[in-house]
């Protein structure tokens, strides 16, 4: 099974010390904390986005105690934390220490890593991947390279399903159905086998190998190294696993088109305890949906903004499933809000053009063949993978686009009213075609 990462004590630290910024890599975490429109943001990574009740609890105490009292889910798994008094950093840090969600002071920016949702619970994957979850973040704390890594870098561990390799991580550790691993490096479809038992070293040393090649060319992710860089890395790879005595070999897997997220509701093929899946409409948790959700078991966040709750009672599931509903959460496909997210926009984000979370609530409809996202600015901050209808705020309204893969076309652009908008927004969502997809 997934399980929750444990801590090591942090030593004291002043407001000052929690809030500080280095040059470079700007990406903020739980020590490092960005000044938005609406307060100080803090992102606490959380490695396959596995909580434990305790762990939760914590989370939500820190929204409430020293934010806008709600958490805000992520496309890797992740919490935010807005509204934050510019004051509150070491207490912070403080209070999520305790809660055993900051292992290690140096590297807490760098724990990006997502993970099958439902790995160990349905039975569809290749293998269980808690214990390579555990075997990598234990060595990635323990590695002084590794904190050389930007807070962009993304590691991928997938069961076998193709889930979360679907969503372009720099490294990305597959099961295999014959008890092995591969390694993949970057968005191709070459990759190198591994023993499975030496998957979480392989990842590690293929990290620290990309920082050999990007030391220079300021790239933050394998995606950013220049060409020749980015062609010899595969081989690189495999010439310094060879040093480290991890067998490998080269070969090829197609990277799956589509990023699929577990089906809300109850989650087929569990076996003693039950599984729920639910959405969260714009990945955006108010503190009784909090407490809801992380009161009913242990919490599996997903890259889609959602949540896996382990470990319920059989006969308490569909009561459950009956209160996350009533509490606006999404457990079944006939949601309007299923396949519906945006950034955080106005007044929260200064360079947003519009408050596209409001625009996004007014638009909702019957579901969509496709999932959309809204963006406020051109950056599409969170934006999803694989195909999806891509609305961005611009100068001149709104520009509508069907994304598929690397390639985008545009299918409209809005510079009426609201009606208009979610009229043009639905017929996108509906039929998937544009001109240029």
């Not at 008094?85 to 999520?96: F, I, M, P, R, V």
Request: hydrophobic share 40%.
């Amino acid at each position: 099974m997934l399980a929750a990462m444990s801590a090591s004590p942090l030593t004291p630290r002043s407001p000052g010390d929690a809030c500080a910024r280095s040059s470079g890599d700007a990406c903020p975490g739980a020590l490092r904390l960005h000044r938005a429109d609406d307060g100080a943001l803090a992102r606490i990574r959380i490695p396959g986005g596995i909580l434990t009740p305790h762990q939760a609890a914590a989370l939500g105490r820190a929204a409430e105690h020293f934010g806008d009292g709600e958490l805000h889910l992520t496309s890797r798994g992740n919490v935010q934390l807005r509204g934050l008094t510019e004051d509150c950093g070491a207490e912070l840090a403080g209070l999520l220490d305790e809660a055993g969600l900051l292992p290690s002071e140096r590297h807490e920016r760098v724990r990006n890593v997502v993970a099958s949702p439902l790995s160990g619970l349905d039975g569809l994957g290749a293998a269980d991947v808690g214990e390579w979850l555990a075997g990598l973040d234990r060595l990635v704390c323990g590695s002084d390279r590794a904190a050389e890594l930007s807070g962009r870098f993304l590691f991928a561990l997938d069961d076998g399903r193709g889930d979360v390799d679907a969503l372009g991580a720099d490294l990305a550790l597959l099961a295999r159905g014959d008890g092995g691993a591969l390694l993949r490096i970057g968005g191709t479809d070459s990759a190198l086998r591994v023993p499975a038992a030496d998957g979480p070293r392989a990842l590690l040393l293929a990290a620290e190998t990309f920082l050999d090649a990007a030391r220079g060319t300021g790239a933050w992710r394998v995606k950013d190294l220049p060409d020749e860089a980015a062609a010899t890395l595969p081989d690189d790879v495999l010439r310094r696993l060879g040093q480290a005595g991890v067998t490998a070999a080269p070969d090829r897997h197609p990277r799956p088109a589509e990023a699929r997220s577990p089906a809300p509701g109850q989650v087929p093929g569990t076996r003693h305890e039950a599984a729920l899946a639910v959405g969260v409409p714009l990945g955006r948790l108010d503190p009784a949906q909090w407490r809801l959700l992380s009161s009913a078991g242990e919490l599996r966040l997903t890259p889609w903004r959602g949540a896996v709750v382990t470990g319920v009672a059989r006969h308490r599931a569909d009561a459950l499933l009956s209160a996350f509903a009533g509490a606006g959460l999404i457990t079944g496909p006939g949601s309007p809000w299923a396949g519906v997210g945006a950034c955080i926009g106005q007044p929260g984000c200064a360079k947003s053009l519009a408050d596209v979370r409001a625009q996004a609530g007014a638009a909702v409809g019957p579901p969509g063949r496709l999932p959309v996202y809204w963006s406020g600015c051109e950056r599409r901050c969170g934006h999803p993978h694989g195909e999806w209808v891509d609305v961005v705020a611009t100068p001149d309204g709104h520009r509508i686009s069907h994304v598929r893969g690397d390639r985008t076309g545009v299918t409209a652009t809005v510079r009426d009213g609201p009606a208009a908008l979610a009229a043009a927004v639905a017929a996108a969502r509906g039929s998937g075609s544009g001109s240029g997809s």
